[in-house]
């Protein structure tokens, strides 16, 4: 059963455009996201998150959308640079997971020069 | 300041060795976490620590143990390696249940054959 999904194992963005890589989640419960980025070799490292009475959050060239309603979020980078080709992890959590992450697959991002 | 350290970073072993996987941090957390991820999935939740003495068992804790004697140290034991337990392990901190944000280690990667 897996509770979050990233259905785009792997994304392809030129230089300088938008990169959007998405999200789906199962668990009405969850009510705060999170989106890490883990370069090979390295340990995954926090990036942006957001909580359910939010349907934004910025900071810098990210930006996060979480549309409640059809329990589907966002991770929007603008402009895309090359030092951004990493995988993207999206996780979820909520009062009743006791501090547990639920990963998604991850999506492979890369932005070619 | 270190956050989480693992050791070793790479290691093999033969079907039916043990071996214990090493998890410090510096940052007084209480709550520890052991991650598996294998290749185009996500990271999958092993064994977690919400303290000192306090463990329980992920989604995917069989074939594994843990022990929490102090608040930096979380180590993961591997008895019987077999080679469904081929992977790259994550260990991870945060400072309470309802931080969410994680901090993670850079991962040892354990081939078993």
């Known amino acids: 059963d897996q509770q979050v999904k990233q259905n785009s194992p792997s994304l392809s963005v030129q230089e300088g455009r938008i990169s959007i890589l998405n999200c789906d989640y199962t668990?009405?419960?969850?009510?705060?996201f999170l989106w890490y980025k883990k370069y090979p070799a390295e340990g995954p490292t926090f990036l942006i998150s957001?909580?359910?009475?939010?349907d934004k959050n910025e900071d810098g060239r990210f930006t996060v959308f979480l549309n409640k309603s059809a329990k589907h979020l966002s991770l929007h980078i603008v402009p895309s640079q090359p030092g951004d080709s990493a995988v993207y992890f999206c996780?979820?959590?909520?009062?009743?997971?006791?501090?547990?992450?639920?990963f998604g697959q991850g999506t492979e991002l890369s932005v070619k020069p | 300041n270190a956050g989480v350290t693992q050791t070793p970073k790479f290691r093999i072993l033969k079907i039916g060795q043990s071996m214990t996987l090493q998890c410090t941090q510096d940052?007084?957390?209480?709550?520890m976490y052991w991650y598996r991820q294998d290749p185009g999935m996500g990271l999958k939740l092993i064994y977690y620590?919400?303290?000192?003495?306090?463990?329980d068992k992920g989604e995917v804790p069989n074939g594994y143990n843990v022990s929490r004697s102090t608040t930096e140290d979380f180590p993961l034991r591997l008895e019987l390696a077999a080679p469904s337990q081929t992977s790259v392990y994550f260990c991870?901190?945060?400072?309470?249940?309802?931080?969410?944000?994680?901090?993670f280690g850079p991962g040892t990667r354990l081939t078993v054959t």
């Open positions: 940052m007084n957390h209480n709550y």
């Open positions: 996780a979820a959590s909520g009062n009743n997971q006791g501090g547990k992450l639920i």
């Open positions: 991870a901190s945060s400072s309470t249940a309802y931080s969410y944000e994680q901090y």
């Open positions: 957001i909580s359910s009475i939010k």
């Open positions: 620590s919400v303290g000192a003495g306090i463990t």
């Open positions: 668990n009405s419960m969850f009510d705060y």
